[in-house]
């Protein structure tokens, strides 16, 4: 069978909308737009798959049944409390449960189309919600897509999944979903919790009794750039999950890593993103036989970054890698103005900026960033059988 890539789509996903909020649907318009009008979406082996909301009993893998009841209850009462709902992160909305569920849907329908071999890889740009707990709405997440993905895995046979999730919050709620599954290695790199949302994550977290080793968290320093985040991951990602063996890859993609995201404090560009997409394909070349299933996630510069860097996902997953160089067609740069008046429109595909490519070397005076490093394998490599000062580890 040709290489062929799954993306999931349908307008209906926008639906997920907490009005005045960072979680602004029009960045998921902005991306799927974008990518478009630059023929990502029209390459060979290139299927777009409309899904449907996942019904009760794929989500109830991952959170409770009376949890699932508030969330189609709280809409109709606006003094509704509990459960994580109504806060200034979580707002409730009309439809919020079949939004949710919609979004959950698409990622079943990419997990499904990988696994089942109807597609090579699968993105779902509009999901990624990694926050959402089993009874427990947070950070803008009400039902959690990716682990409900991962449970249908499993389901379906899986013995090994793989979630790398590369967000700048730590991925919490799919870690605490598998945290005593040694079928599912969670890796997450993401902003250190002294500083950042949701205060979890630290290297520490190991995986529970019986998972020892099944979750790997890289805690990286306020101001970490392209070259600090890079070295960290291919210090890190590539020799836990070669020593873990997936069979099947899932990514969290989260665009918030960027040094203009209005939450968050590590300094990524879009070409640095670029490059950990091209790395994540690389290991699910290496490692699944090419099976990746790719989400979106957080990133709140609606305009400026989100729809380039999920474009560059898009792209990576469907096929070559764009050239950062290229420019943003004219007719998305008024669509972009049209939605957000006043934003600043990119007008290419690049910050202008080549990742640099930085080794880990153990055994040197180390920087904040090399400190995280060790300190993550440290925690981590000897449950795998790695050793954490050896470089080719």
């Known amino acids: 069978m040709a290489e062929s890539t799954a993306v999931v789509w349908d307008k209906a996903l926008l639906s997920y909308d907490m009005g005045d909020h960072p979680m602004n649907p029009v960045r998921v318009e902005l991306t799927m737009a974008l990518a478009r009008e630059l023929g990502v979406l029209d390459r060979p082996g290139v299927r777009l798959v409309v899904p449907e909301p996942a019904d009760d009993a794929a989500l109830t893998r991952v959170h409770r049944a009376d949890y699932l009841q508030a969330v189609r209850l709280a809409p109709q009462d606006p003094f509704f409390r509990g459960w994580g709902l109504n806060t200034e992160d979580n707002p409730v ?28 890889r699968a993105v779902n740009v509009s999901g990624g919600l990694h926050h959402a707990m089993a009874a427990r709405a947070s950070g803008f997440c009400v039902y959690n897509d990716p682990a409900v993905a991962i449970a249908r895995l499993l389901d379906l ?13 730590h991925g919490d709620g799919v870690q605490a979903a598998f945290y005593d599954d040694p079928r599912v290695l969670t890796v997450s790199l993401h902003e250190s919790p002294l500083t950042l949302f949701p205060g979890t994550g630290f290297p520490e977290e190991c995986g ?42 899932v990514t969290q993609c989260g665009a918030d890593a960027h040094r203009l995201d209005p939450l ?8 640095g993103q670029r490059a950990a997409y091209i790395a994540l394909r690389g290991l699910a070349d290496e490692l699944c036989g090419g099976r990746w299933v790719a989400t979106g996630g957080g990133g709140y ?53 080549e990742p640099p490519v930085e080794r880990w070397e153990p055994g040197t005076a180390p920087d904040p960033v090399d400190k995280a490093i060790l300190a993550t394998r440290m925690a981590v490599f000897p449950l795998h059988g790695l050793d954490p000062h050896d470089a080719r580890d």
Do not use: K
């Open 93 to 120: 909305f009309d439809g919020m449960h079949e939004a949710s569920a919609r979004i959950c849907g698409a990622t079943l329908a990419a997990a499904e189309a990988v696994w089942s071999g109807a597609a090579v």
């Open 301 to 353: 510069a609606l305009v400026e970054v989100v729809p380039r860097a999920w474009t560059h996902l898009l792209a990576v997953a469907t096929g070559a890698p764009l050239d950062p160089g290229t420019q943003t067609p004219p007719a998305w740069r008024r669509l972009a103005a049209e939605r957000r008046p006043g934003t600043e429109i990119p007008t290419t595909l690049t910050d202008g900026i």
């Open 208 to 249: 529970g009794a019986g998972a020892e080793g099944s979750s790997v968290n890289v805690a990286l320093p306020p101001g970490t750039g392209d070259g600090g985040w890079l070295r960290a991951f291919h210090a890190i990602v590539p020799s836990v999950l070669r020593a873990f063996s997936p069979q099947i890859l």
């Open 264 to 271: 968050a404090d590590l300094r990524l560009s879009v070409d």
């Open 157 to 169: 046979g899986a013995e090994r999944v793989a979630y790398v999730d590369i967000d700048v919050h």
